[in-house]
C-alpha cells in the first residue's frame, strides 16, 4: 500500500498532522476574512465621507438663511425651521476679500481681483470709477443692518442691475428679527417682493451668537459686557471662512500698522476722500466705552487664524 501511495505522487495522509492542516487554513480564512472586512469598512467609510461633504455642500451654510415673503408666511405660523427654508449654497476655490480701506487707492489690483473665483466686498463700497484699484466684479457683499438705507436709496442699481450678487445681511436681533417686528429685515422683505431675482439672505440669530462666542473665545472677553460690536469685516471673513477653500484679503492693514512711525495716512474708506483718516477711525473705536468696534483686536485675531487657513493679505502684505 505505501508503494503504490509513493509511485502515485500523492503525500501520505496522517492522522497526527491532521489537526495542524486545519488549524493552518482556518487561520488563513480568518485572516483573509479580516483583510476584507477592513477593506469593505474603509470603502464605506470613505462613500459616506464623501456622501456628507456633497449633502453638506448641497444643503448650503446654514447659518445664512435666504430673504423672501414666503419664508416670512412660514415664519409667522411657526418659530420653528422647516425644511423648505433655503440656505446661502455656495463654495469657491479661491476668494478675494475686498476691503473698504483707503488703502486700495493707488493699489493697481483690479485685474488680479477679477481674476479670483469669487469677489467679496462689504456695505455700499462702490466699483464704479475705482475699477483699476479694487475690480469691477462682485459675487458677494456682506452689509450691515446700518448700511441697509443706503442700499435701499439706490435700490434699481443693487439690487435689479447687481441682480447677479448676493448679499448677506447683518444686524442684532431688534432689527432682523422676522416676526413682522424687525425694522430693517421689513425693508428687506419688500426689496425681496420688489426684485425676487435678488438674491438676499441674512445671518441667522445662532450664526450671530456664534459669531460672539468665536470673538470671546479668541480674547476672553465678552462682546457686550465690554461695550463692543463686531464689525461687518468680522462677519465677512467668518464667511469667508465658510465659503472659501483660500482667501486673498486686499487693503487691510495688521493690528500693528497704526503704531508704526512710518504708516501711511489713508481716509477709512476708499470713496469718501474728506472723512476720518483710517488710523485714528481704528484708534477712537478700539478705545471706546459703548458701541465701538474693536478694529485693532480682530486684526490680530485674523493673524492667528491665517497661521492655520489660506489666508494671504495684500496692499499691504502681513508678516504672520
Known sequence: MSTLVRKSGCTPFSLQSWPTQIFRR????????????????????????????????SSGLRGYMRISPAKRRLVRR????????????????????VSSSGQMLGADAGEE??????????????????????????????????SVPLLVENEQHYFHELAGTTYVFWGPERNMRQDGKGKIFN?????????????????????????????Q???GKN?????????TGFFTMILALDMCDSISVYGMIDNNYCSRANHSVVPYHYYERNRVNECRMYKFHENAKHGGHRFITEKAIYAKWAKHHKMHFKHPSWSI
Not at 419688500?190 to 456664534?210: E, G, I
Open 26 to 57: 482556518w487561520l488563513c480564512l480568518l485572516s483573509l476574512s479580516l483583510l476584507l472586512l477592513f477593506w469593505f469598512g474603509l470603502l464605506i467609510t470613505t462613500r459616506d465621507d464623501a456622501s456628507s461633504t456633497a449633502a453638506a455642500r
Open 217 to 219: 473665545n479668541e480674547t
Open 113 to 146: 481681483i477679477d481674476q479670483k473665483g469669487c469677489v467679496i466686498r462689504m456695505n455700499n463700497a462702490p466699483t464704479s470709477g475705482y475699477e483699476k484699484d479694487v475690480g469691477s466684479r462682485t459675487s458677494v457683499r456682506v452689509v450691515s443692518h446700518t
Open 187 to 215: 425693508v428687506l422683505l419688500k426689496m425681496a417682493l420688489k426684485y425676487p431675482n435678488a438674491r438676499l439672505y441674512a445671518l441667522t440669530r445662532d450664526k450671530v451668537q456664534y459669531c460672539d462666542g468665536v470673538f
Open 223 to 231: 462682546r457686550m459686557k465690554t461695550g463692543a460690536y463686531l464689525s
Open 78 to 97: 411657526s418659530h420653528i425651521p422647516t425644511e423648505n427654508s433655503q440656505f446661502l449654497n455656495i463654495h469657491c476655490n479661491q476668494c478675494a476679500l
